[in-house]
């Protein structure tokens, strides 16, 4: 029973629309109907500004770390990444926003931040790097996927193979749509880098 509860309390986490919250919050914004209609943080950064697409992506870190803190805040012996994959799903189908969420990538980062400090560390560099490099952020969001789950085999760690796995397929699931613009090299490159 516990079990249940800590993965619908981690699903629940991950489905608060930071993006949409911060929108109206402060600038009367619905973030889904501009740029790309997407709740996470680089439709924040898009439409909201600098400060508000930090905002939106510390808080959607934030969501992915604190799932995995709730099997020990509740004393269960659940492996945290349960219900951090629970936050992820809740981030991309979130309830309170009609189940149009974001790209898994930041919620995702924060799950790796609560159970592997030292590869969030490695994927958080190598996103910038790639970024830097690119100007791309899907494809430095889909980079970091491929990063995490070599730096999980590297650690040969089954159940984290597992996760990060399926939260990489997430990440590049959900930029399918970027894959193709970058091909067709109509995908939005950052100016600020």
């Known amino acids: 029973m516990i079990t249940a509860f800590i993965i619908l309390l981690a699903y629940l986490l991950g489905s608060i629309p930071s993006g949409l919250i ?3 919050s402060f ?4 973030i889904r109907e501009h740029g790309s209609g997407n709740l ?3 439709n924040s950064f898009r439409t909201l500004g600098v400060k508000a697409g930090i905002a939106v992506t510390l808080a959607d870190i934030l969501k992915g770390t604190a799932a995995t803190l709730l ?3 509740f004393g269960s012996g659940l492996d945290p990444l349960i219900p ?3 936050a992820v799903i809740g981030h991309m189908f979130p309830v309170f926003a009609g189940f149009r969420g974001g790209k898994a990538v930041a919620t995702s980062g924060g799950v790796l931040l609560g159970v592997q400090p ?3 560390l490695v994927i958080f560099l190598s996103f910038f790097l790639s970024l830097y490099l690119t100007k791309y952020v899907s494809l430095s969001s889909i980079i970091v996927a491929v990063v995490a789950l070599t730096y999980a085999i590297i650690l040969q760690n089954t159940p984290l193979i597992l996760v990060v796995g399926i939260l ?3 990440v590049i699931y959900r930029h399918r749509a970027n894959i193709v613009r970058i091909k067709n090299k109509t995908e939005p490159k950052i100016k600020w880098m």
């Open 84 to 86: 951090g994959v629970a």
């Open 118 to 120: 030292i590869m969030f």
């Open 27 to 30: 600038f009367g914004i619905d």
């Open 40 to 42: 996470g943080a680089t």
């Open 22 to 24: 911060i929108g109206k």
């Open 71 to 73: 099997p020990l805040l």
């Open 168 to 170: 990489a397929f997430f």
